[in-house]
């Protein structure tokens, strides 16, 4: 089964800092980029981040650029995402979310999802 | 960056109707379109991809339609479990924005 799990979020305050981690499985993890999709309860859905199969290219929501930084490990399966300066608008659910196909053309669509870790970040 | 922008905000229809939810990009996307569905609690669900294309497993009372900047998910024989949050996306340049999203509520 095509799996993605996060995990690493909690409660910080405000200009701290948290290291998100999402562990794949069921599938070629090195073959498909990977994002990571927040929601703040209730509320719509924001892109976040992409990071590419090989991790050479990365893309940022203008929200968290120069404050987050996504990454990986293909050789543990695992996708990361760490988060610097944190804002209370940053409190949301995050997701991890695999592209639907694999290398890096272009592709709509994001085919399997976390259930998200959630992130709060207050004083 | 490309703004999306769903209607109506939320729907209640019974069940066997046929509803509408439409989704405008800001400047086109071609067909780089896709729908998800979210339950309470639950993450996304992709239903539709490349603005018209069913993802495997998806029951064919969902169709989609459009390109460029206009584009429509249609729902027919309304069914219980189909109340839920319906979400359009982009995927034509980063950032892949997202609508505002549909509620949609089962009588």
């Known amino acids: 089964e095509v799996q993605l799990v996060e995990s690493g979020g909690g409660v910080v305050q405000p200009g701290g800092s948290l290291r998100l981690s999402c562990a794949g499985s069921g599938f070629t993890f090195d073959d498909y980029s990977l994002h990571w999709v927040r929601q703040v309860p209730g509320k719509g859905l924001e892109w976040v981040s992409v990071?590419?199969?090989?991790?050479?290219?990365?893309f940022y929501a203008d929200s968290v650029k120069g404050r987050f930084t996504i990454s990986r490990d293909n050789s543990k399966k695992s996708l990361y995402l760490q988060m610097n300066s944190l804002r209370t608008e940053d409190t949301a659910l995050y997701h991890c979310?695999?592209?639907?196909?694999?290398?890096?053309?272009?592709?709509?669509?994001?085919?399997?999802w976390g259930h998200g870790t959630t992130v709060t970040v207050s004083s | 960056d490309i703004q999306m922008t769903q209607s109506p905000s939320s729907l209640s229809a019974s069940v066997g109707d046929t509803v509408t939810i439409t989704c405008r990009a800001s400047q086109t996307v071609d067909t780089y379109l896709n729908w998800y569905q979210q339950n309470p609690g639950k993450a996304p669900k992709l239903l539709i991809y490349d603005a018209s294309t069913l993802q495997g497993g998806v029951p064919s009372r969902f169709s989609a339609s459009g390109s460029g900047t206009d584009f429509s998910l249609t729902i027919s024989n309304l069914q219980p479990e189909d109340s839920a949050t319906y979400f359009c996306?982009?995927?034509?340049?980063?950032?892949?924005?997202f609508g505002q999203g549909t509620k949609l509520e089962i009588k």
């Open positions: 990071i590419s199969g090989d991790g050479l290219w990365i």
């Open positions: 996306q982009h995927s034509y340049n980063f950032p892949h924005t």
């Open positions: 979310a695999k592209k639907r196909c694999a290398g890096t053309g272009r592709c709509s669509g994001m085919d399997v």
